[in-house]
């Protein structure tokens, strides 16, 4: 299985034609982020950058309204988002197991039915899996 981090940017910049590569040879991989599964990766665990931003926009106004920066306390994610692509899934040869695709602790499972999207499942929860 091969892991991702989009933290560098070579992968960021270049993210379809990693996933292409890793498609053409047939090989298990896991991504940081959805969009990765929406243009064509099998997986992607990681935090839910909706919830990042809510959070941040949150500090903002406390920032705007005086708070000071340093009374803030320190937050980590805690929900977090696995995507499944199946077709890519079904294509490397990998089955994911029904309790995945029904795991649904503090979250919805969300179907897509766009064009890229039509063959992912992404499911919200805490880091329990």
């Known amino acids: ?3 991702f981090w989009e933290s ?7 993210r ?9 040879n047939r090989l298990p991989a896991t991504y940081p ?5 929406e243009d064509g990766g099998m997986m992607a665990y990681g935090t839910d950058l909706i919830e990042v931003a809510r959070s941040a926009a ?5 920032i705007l309204k005086g708070t000071k ?3 803030l306390p320190v937050e ?4 977090f988002e696995l995507a499944i692509n199946l077709k890519t899934a079904k294509q490397t040869g990998v089955t994911i197991p029904q309790s995945v695709l029904s795991y649904r602790q503090g979250g919805q499972v969300r ?8 063959n992912t499942r992404h499911v919200g929860g805490t880091s329990r899996l």
């Not at 179907?111 to 039509?118: E, I």
């Open 16 to 24: 379809l034609n990693v996933v292409k590569l890793v498609a053409k």
């Open 76 to 79: 980590q994610p805690t929900k």
């Open 58 to 62: 949150i500090f903002v106004d406390k």
């Open 69 to 71: 920066p340093a009374e």
């Open 33 to 37: 982020e959805g969009r990765w599964v």
């Open 111 to 118: 179907k897509h039915n766009g064009r890229t999207r039509q």
């Open 8 to 14: 560098d940017p070579v992968f960021k910049i270049n």
């Open 1 to 3: 299985m091969l892991f």
